[in-house]
């Protein structure tokens, strides 16, 4: 009976004990909501009470109690500067004065822009409240008031404002005590900054137009000649312009030498190295330029301008007895013959300074000292059915995958054959890989382009589609129907590898649209043959100006329908002719091109560019038979 009675007691004391435990855990409880309510409800109560400080820092201003206004916001920004590690509890109320101390920097702001804006618009002299109010709100209408007549007088250096405006905005301002230091030494310089404004606006105007080097280097001519306002502003800007070029310059810089245009590298390096002489990459750039460049000289006597049509790429078909066309060996053998007889190539766009809308100047070419120069037209190549099909031409261009220009073709035994050896563009290219001195400053060729059948044996228009219908028909091929979204696939593709050709040192010309003989062709159909050939072939190339005469039947300079072309931008005109020839006409420069195939060849005496032995197939390989055998890449 004892142990039962221990254990009731026990039993008891035990839940005396947590029951005591239970009211004094629900006690601590009760006060730890109790003081929770108390810290939101005065955190809240405080809050509530500051958030009116800002309608009352506003209707301050608005009575003209500016002691009173200066006096919130000032405890506000000390608060905020004071919180620099605030705990997280604090972010919030943290965050509020941000707000309010924007808010009342937002309320003081507007006015003073409005005085500010009259001021500079409308003539408008202070008031005496609003000197008053300038005044009395010391840090808080300083700070900008100082900004701005530094502003003002930047776009006076810049030619944004005039003299007399800045000179009334300074007088204005000059009872406000608080911009003194401002505007005091700022006057005594307004006479400076006028005599720096042209070279100032020279600068910027050579950095607008994307001459950084013409602006580094006024930009260096005004930093050695001014002090104080205009010294700071233009060294700035000197810093933030050579941050700004270099770059992008350099890059163009080094795809210069990537595409064996050496001469513009040179010089482009050349004045980069100036700005930034200690630039390692810089200087071996232009040491890589230099290697590769000789001295030039002015050149006025006559200018060679040879042209082909396609290539054969394929003997087997027995194409070579046309006499129309070069081999692609007989072309290879030209170059290389060309190329040790000192001839360079050069752009037919540099004869002639086109920069004027109405009239074209005369530009004497530079080429390296022993060179004489040759512009190279590859003609009408535009890849007409019954030339491609039956001649062993190539039937289209395409990019391989190291985005070189190939020709292809489908052999009779239906493989396709691709490579950059199978026409002229990509022989050319390779040519000059190997011999960069053939090429002056990375300059190929001429490539004229005409919009019958297709472009790069593309279809790109529905004009070209039933055009290319018939042709297919005439020689006895199956017909293609090509789809809108065919066509404009074929356009993008065409796009492509003119952008390649325009990178690569080539330029495009305008054979006609339909490769019509101009001479004999009326107004009319001069007009909708170009329009034609301006929508759906310029759309792509950009702007051009050469026009190559299809069988060099050229309109007179001075036609009426010369004049039409003029006026679409074609101010380069180029007939045919066995010896060299230009002349530059009103708003034109003309030149003859001499064609070149195995019927001219054997025909014609070309000694004064080549030993044509050294070149046709019929000499060549009747000496060595194994001669032209080609490895051509079967895909």
Known sequence: MRRSEDNIFDNYEKRSVNGAGYIVAACFCMAA????????????????????????????????????????????????????????????ELQIRRDQMASMEEIVNTRLIAIEDQMRFSRYTPSTADLRFMNEMQEMTSSRLSTWLNDLCTEFL???????????????VGGVNSVASTTTPLLYEIETIEMARGDVQAAEASFDAGDYVSAVQTYVDVCNSYDGFVYDFS????????EIMYEPMLEEGEHMLERLRYFSAESLLSDLAVIFPDDNRINADLLEATSHTTEV????????????????????????NTGLYLTTDEFERMLQQLYENDYVLVDAETMADMSEADFITEVNLTVPVGKKPLILVLDTFDYMAANTYNYGLCTQLSLDEQGHVCGQYVAPDGTLVSGRELEAIGILDSFVEAHPDFSFDGAKGVISICGYESVFGYVISRDEA???????????????NFTDSEIENNRQTVAEIM????????????????????????????????????????????DVHIIVYPGG???????????????????????????????????????????????????????RLFDVTLILDSYVNAVNPSEGEDEQEVI
């Open 33 to 92: 909501v109790i003081g929770m309510i108390i810290v939101v409800f005065w955190l809240n109560s405080s809050l509530k009470a500051e958030s009116d400080i800002v309608p009352d820092f506003e209707i301050a201003i608005d009575e003209g109690r500016y002691d009173d206004a200066l006096q919130m916001y000032r405890q506000i920004h000390d608060d905020v500067v004071a919180s620099d590690s605030a705990t997280p509890g604090e972010d919030a």
């Open 235 to 242: 060294s700035f800007r000197l810093t933030e312009i050579k």
């Open 158 to 172: 810049l030619g944004t404002i005039e003299k007399p405006d800045l000179i009334f905005i300074f007088e204005a």
């Open 297 to 320: 000289r002015e050149y006025s006597g006559t200018v060679e301008v040879l042209s082909v049509r396609q290539l054969i790429a394929d003997v087997s078909r027995g194409a070579s």
């Open 553 to 607: 039947n050229y309109i007179y300079g001075t036609d009426p329908r010369a004049e039409y072309l003029k006026s679409n931008g074609f101010r380069i005109f180029i007939g045919m002719g066995y010896n060299p020839y230009h002349i530059y006409g009103s708003n034109y420069l003309y030149y003859d091109r001499t064609p070149i195939s195995e019927s001219t060849l054997s025909n014609s005496d070309y000694s």
């Open 466 to 480: 039933d055009d290319r219908s018939t042709a297919l028909a005439n020689i006895g091929r199956p017909n293609v």
């Open 499 to 542: 952008d390649v050709l325009l990178d690569t040192g080539w330029k495009f010309a305008s054979s006609t649209y339909g490769n019509i003989n101009a001479f004999d062709s009326d107004m009319e159909t001069i007009v909708a043959d170009t329009e034609k050939w301006m929508d759906q072939i310029e759309s792509l190339t950009g």
